[in-house]
């Protein structure tokens, strides 16, 4: 390990991840061989001159990769190479997306061993998967889709029914059924972020309308209506990302009657809602005959999937939809869609969804424990915290202060309709980090708010 402090330095990563490579390096060399013992963590900081966080989180992703166990009171040592992952799966884990708002990954051995019972079983149809399908998905995968809908207390006809390649390229289908360029739509004064770009994209105006803690206002919507003559309203009313908010029951039958009036199209983005034990009824229920309703399942199974169980007013308007889709991606991926039908049917996917109902609430009471130097606004089941920046603490500041850990922070801004000053960071709480590595980033954010903030 004499050369160490050169190869992490050579090597253009990020410290931790450059520690991990030594490791695996010097394995393949047979400089460390199965069973060796590394070095305590703070002496091995102070041989190759880096902090302690920076070892812990280099043995963290070593452990991850498959390098190393750990044995509580023994110490960290090295496992047989067989156990290696192999150099492409490195460069995918190294070029995961921190600034999403992922659900946490499932780690249990069975579970895990189901998932993949799973996709060996679909495999056996490659070649048919491989071939171009029907846009929406055939009849097994809708009808998979209506249970997985059930969950949230929509029954749609299968001539509603879309399974579409994810929330995203939904959206922008809907949005080129729905509006041309210059025209309004309405949406939360913060409101998702892949929204702002999808309208922007599309020359879409975005008015945003003014909240409080149980969502928009309804009587800003009626205002905003008579005022703008919008295309549509866009809500993610469960779960509300960034804020964490879920719109109450009391007020989603207001803000429903506000629509139903004017005749307005809502798209209703249900991301969230299939994690919450106790959900409120989608707005699609209170208006269904104006709402597309779009069932993202990148947060509740996995964003890998590119999926996303979507319903459509009405029959008619189903027939858009898949127009819609078919020009802006041919298709849902046969092979996700297979996969995603599988699961459902077989129970796996609500497995996941459990698992990650469970590991978000984990999680967020690490949050409540270890923040304490800011406020900030969560639900037991969100996948973030809305983090209040202190006086004198910016977000600019606090993502440089952090880059050199795998947590996701993104300012307000980026969410906002109308630019304004930041005064809110999203902290992401989800994605690839195990318990032990957000439990040492969440301290470390702490200090360095407790820091900045006596600085500033």
């Known amino acids: 390990?004499?050369?160490w402090h050169q190869r992490i330095e050579q090597s253009g990563k990020p410290r931790y991840v450059a520690i991990a490579d030594c490791i695996a390096q010097d394995m393949k060399d047979r400089v460390l061989l199965p069973g060796d013992r590394l070095p305590p963590q703070r002496r091995l900081a102070d041989q190759i001159g880096v902090d302690f966080t920076t070892v812990s989180r280099g043995y963290t992703e070593a452990l991850k990769r498959g390098l190393i166990e750990t044995h509580v009171g023994r110490g960290t040592f090295v496992l047989p190479q067989q156990d290696l992952r192999a150099p492409a799966d490195e460069r995918r884990a190294l070029a995961n997306d921190l600034t999403m708002n992922a659900p946490p990954e499932p780690t249990d051995p069975a579970l895990l061993e189901r998932m993949r019972a799973g996709l060996t079983a679909v495999s056996d149809d490659l070649v048919h998967l491989l071939r171009y399908q029907n846009p929406i998905g055939g009849d097994i995968d809708k009808e998979a889709a209506s249970i997985w809908l059930s969950m949230r207390g929509l029954v749609p006809n299968l001539d509603r029914i879309a399974v579409t390649p994810g929330a995203?390229?939904?959206?922008?289908?809907?949005?080129?059924?729905l509006a041309e360029p210059g025209d309004r739509i309405l949406c939360e004064d913060i409101t998702y972020a892949g929204f702002k770009k999808i309208a922007a994209q599309l020359g879409l105006r975005l008015i945003g309308l003014p909240m409080d803690h149980e969502g928009i206002l309804p009587e800003a919507l009626e205002q905003a209506i008579v005022e703008h003559g919008p295309k549509a309203l866009y809500l993610n009313p469960t779960l509300h990302n960034p804020t964490t908010l879920v719109v109450p029951h009391s007020r989603r039958l207001e803000i429903a009657a506000v629509?139903?009036?004017?005749?307005?199209?809502?798209?209703?983005?249900?991301?969230y809602g299939f994690v919450l034990p106790d959900a409120p009824p989608p707005m699609a229920t209170f208006a269904p005959d104006l709402t597309w309703y779009i069932g993202g399942l990148a947060k509740c199974i996995g964003a890998g999937l590119r999926l996303a169980y979507s319903v459509a007013p009405n029959a008619r308007m189903g027939f858009s939809l898949e127009n819609g889709i078919r020009a802006v991606s041919v298709m849902a991926s046969p092979l996700s869609m297979a996969l995603t039908t599988r699961w459902?049917?077989?129970?796996?996917?609500?497995?996941?969804?459990?698992?990650?109902?469970?590991?978000?609430?984990?999680?967020?009471?690490?949050?409540?424990?270890?923040?304490?130097?800011?406020?900030?606004?969560?639900?037991?089941?969100?996948?973030?915290?809305?983090?209040?920046?202190?006086?004198g603490v910016s977000c600019a500041s606090l993502m440089a202060q952090m880059s050199n850990h795998e947590i996701g922070i993104s300012p307000e801004s980026a969410f906002r309709v109308l630019h304004s000053k930041d005064s809110h960071a999203r902290i992401c709480l989800g994605g690839k980090m195990q318990r032990h590595t957000l439990e040492q980033t969440l301290e470390h954010l702490n200090n360095q708010i407790w820091r900045m903030g006596q600085a500033g």
Not at 168 to 177: D, E, G, P, S
Not at 344 to 360: C, H, K, N, S
Not at 370 to 377: G, N, P
């Open 1 to 3: 390990m004499d050369n």
């Open 168 to 177: 995203h390229a939904t959206m922008l289908a809907i949005l080129t059924v």
């Open 259 to 271: 629509i139903n009036r004017h005749q307005l199209p809502l798209i209703e983005d249900d991301a």
């Open 344 to 391: 459902v049917l077989d129970g796996t996917a609500d497995q996941i969804r459990r698992f990650i109902r469970t590991e978000t609430a984990y999680r967020q009471n690490l949050a409540t424990q270890l923040v304490t130097e800011a406020t900030f606004e969560a639900h037991p089941n969100a996948f973030n915290i809305w983090l209040r920046l202190p006086e």
